[in-house]
């Protein structure tokens, strides 16, 4: 099996990296218009979990557990974990394509927060707390930004396999989406800031991927 820079750029060849873009600079606009209609939607998402995560203590247990395993920490992790095995088996274009897209987009988010200054959700009884601004959603972008790097890298390696390529898709769509919904659940974000980090992270990944794919010969990996 192998890898190169022609296969990380799988979806790249398909040019979804404007599709992925177009949604969060749609809610990014509306966002810093403070657009009504999206403000009264996000209003009114946030008070209905919040009303749900006031009645279920357990759910709100969940979500904390599921929140902090997802966490930005957690996935850059995950993308290190994927950089040193790709290192170690000579993949070095790749491996530094993997690091530096991961470390540009969580800082483009951690800047983008700053631009926009949005205030987080206020509740009377919050069920938790976080500090800093909103949009986007910085646990929403960095789960899809490193779902999206691991399944760019990891797709070729397990072509022919169906089972393992439904595991993989499976987990890349799956686990940002569950990301989303514990920042959502928990009260700390609008359900805008979560929905901008997802598309934002994705557009960032294959965005990257396309670039790196342009500049040179494939380079294998042997799995």
């Known amino acids: 099996m ?11 060849r398909n040019r979804v990296a404007f599709p992925l873009l177009v ?7 509306l966002v810093a218009v403070r657009w009504p209609p999206l403000h009264d939607l996000d209003e009114s998402v946030s008070e209905r979990m919040h009303g749900v995560a006031l009645s279920h203590p357990g759910w ?6 599921l929140t902090h395993i997802l966490s930005p ?6 993308v290190l974990a994927l950089v ?14 993997a690091a ?5 987009g969580g800082l483009l988010g951690a800047v983008l927060k700053l631009l926009f200054s949005r205030a987080r959700p206020e509740f009377l009884e919050p069920v938790a707390k976080a500090s800093g601004y909103s949009f986007p959603s910085g646990h929403a972008l960095n789960a899809a930004l490193g779902a999206a790097i691991l399944l760019l890298v990891l797709t070729p390696m397990v072509r022919g396999h169906r089972l393992a390529t439904v595991g993989l898709w499976t987990a890349a769509l799956g686990l940002p989406l569950v990301t989303a919904l514990t920042r959502v659940g928990l009260g700390v974000h609008w359900l805008s800031d979560v929905t901008a980090g997802l598309f934002l992270g994705a557009a960032i990944a294959v965005a990257s991927a396309a670039i790196h ?10 799995g």
Request: charged content about 15%; cysteine-free; overall charge positive.
């Open 100 to 104: 530096v897209t991961m470390i540009a």
């Open 84 to 97: 040193i095995w790709l290192f170690r088996r000579g993949a070095r274009s790749v491996a530094i394509w």
């Open 73 to 78: 920490t957690g996935w850059r992790l995950a």
């Open 60 to 65: 709100v247990d969940a979500l904390t557990w």
């Open 213 to 222: 794919s342009r500049r040179g010969v494939p380079e294998p990996v042997e």
């Open 2 to 12: 192998h890898t190169s820079h022609h296969d990380i750029a799988v979806a790249a």
């Open 23 to 29: 949604p969060f600079v749609l809610l990014a606009s």
